[in-house]
């Protein structure tokens, strides 16, 4: 028995992923609008919803809960669209937008009185984009945002998380002046650092053509959110300009700053510099409680062989030891590399280690 029914609109990588985190639940009749009539029928096709719709109009008349998982202008714009229907039940909202206030003083607006909307955004996503990347677990362990409106209730708040229960990502409450000021530092900010890093070897590439094949370890780390969707990351900076405004101009504050540093050669200065941020970026991860989830990492070294990962994950997966994330961090052919694994716990972290010495694998933690 059918006990509500919640509309995805747009099926792309977010919500494609939440939609087959969702249909975990039983009871629930989940179905999908988007504008692209492929990412439908995919999704229709492998069972990512039950049904599908072509117009949005008709897809939230059928909905008891709605979440947009679109770029912030197509959320804003079906918001209103939205305002101009007549509802004959209930209507929980949320969204997936990484800049939340134009949506939440968008949806303020609604003059229904059927309608509760309450601000999303989870802090997880994928180089990869569109619905044939979706993932039931790309959010799990994720923060995951929410602002609650005027009108929003504890119970309407307990409602959307039963709903994102089966997503296992970490909820937060902030409010959007909060939400999209941390994230503009944190998130939104770093890509356009990390693309002008990417503009800066592309000029210097004219006068040294090897620099592409030399880029690697820590140009390929700083840049990697760089291959991100650059539509959804323009859509991002023209929302959120006016922050993007001010951190671009702290940025070359500090930039200046650093140029006077190196352009006098005080080395005691540059090294308190360089002291300075090792000291905050390393309390970044403190196994202190707080929004941003803290791993505890072991390095591993690796030779490059066919095999030497698989080889990793399966002593450790012989011993039920859950990684949540695996990184290679430099390796190069034919000789050591380096893998970083991560672990929810220390005593995770603390056995692995003792598994892995004992099977000959160089390790390290850093204290």
């Given at each position: 028995m059918v006990k509500q029914t919640v509309l995805i609109a747009g099926l792309g990588l977010i919500g494609g992923s939440l939609a087959l985190s969702i249909k975990e639940i039983k009871g629930i009749r989940l179905i999908g609008y988007d504008a692209d009539r492929h990412a439908l029928e995919y999704s229709k096709m492998n069972g990512i919803v039950d049904d599908?719709?072509?117009?949005?109009?008709?897809?939230?008349?059928?909905?008891?809960?709605?979440?947009?998982?679109?770029?912030?202008?197509?959320?804003?714009?079906?918001i209103h669209q939205l305002n101009e229907l007549t509802l004959e039940k209930e209507l929980l909202l949320s969204d997936v937008g990484?800049?939340?206030?134009?949506?939440?003083?968008?949806?303020?607006?609604?003059?229904?009185?059927?309608?509760?909307?309450?601000?999303?955004?989870?802090?997880a996503g994928s180089h990869k984009r569109g619905i044939q990347?979706?993932?039931?677990?790309?959010?799990?362990?994720?923060?995951?945002?929410?602002?609650?409106?005027?009108?929003?209730?504890?119970?309407?708040?307990?409602?959307?998380?039963?709903?994102?229960?089966?997503?296992?990502?970490?909820?937060?409450?902030?409010?959007?002046?909060?939400?999209?000021?941390?994230?503009?530092?944190?998130?939104?900010?770093?890509h356009l650092v990390a693309s002008s890093l990417v503009h800066q070897a592309r000029e210097w590439q004219k006068i040294h053509p090897y620099i592409p094949k030399l880029a690697a370890g820590g140009f390929r780390d700083i840049t990697r959110i760089a291959s991100s969707n650059p539509s959804m990351w323009k859509d991002i900076f023209f929302q959120n300009r006016d922050k993007m405004s001010r951190l671009l101009a702290d940025w070359i504050e500090e930039m200046k700053k650093l140029k006077d540093l190196i352009d006098s050669g005080e080395k005691t200065q540059i090294q308190t510099y360089l002291e300075q941020a090792k000291d905050y970026r390393d309390g970044l991860d403190s196994k202190k409680k707080g929004a941003i989830l803290s791993y505890y990492d072991?390095?591993?070294?690796?030779?490059?062989?066919?095999?030497?990962?698989?080889?990793?994950?399966?002593?450790?997966?012989?011993?039920?030891?859950?990684?949540?994330?695996?990184?290679?961090?430099?390796?190069?052919?034919?000789?050591?590399?380096?893998?970083?694994l991560s672990f929810q716990?220390?005593?995770?972290?603390?056995?692995?280690?003792?598994?892995?010495?004992?099977?000959?694998?160089e390790t390290m933690i850093e204290e």
């Open positions: 599908i719709y072509y117009q949005f109009d008709k897809a939230v008349l059928e909905a008891d809960i709605c979440i947009f998982a679109t770029p912030v202008s197509k959320t804003v714009d079906l990484s800049v939340k206030s134009l949506i939440m003083n968008t949806a303020e607006k609604i003059t229904s009185d059927k309608v509760t909307f309450i601000g999303g955004h989870p802090m990347s979706a993932k039931a677990h790309l959010f799990e362990n994720a923060i995951y945002v929410l602002t609650p409106t005027k009108k929003s209730t504890a119970e309407d708040m307990e409602k959307l998380k039963a709903l994102l229960t089966p997503t296992k990502a970490k909820f937060l409450i902030l409010d959007a002046k909060e939400h999209d000021e941390m994230t503009s530092v944190i998130s939104h900010f770093p072991l390095y591993v070294d690796i030779f490059d062989q066919p095999g030497a990962l698989l080889k990793v994950v399966h002593l450790l997966a012989e011993h039920d030891i859950s990684i949540n994330n695996i990184e290679i961090l430099e390796i190069r052919e034919g000789i050591t590399g380096v893998l970083r716990n220390k005593n995770d972290q603390q056995i692995s280690q003792a598994i892995l010495s004992k099977n000959n694998y």
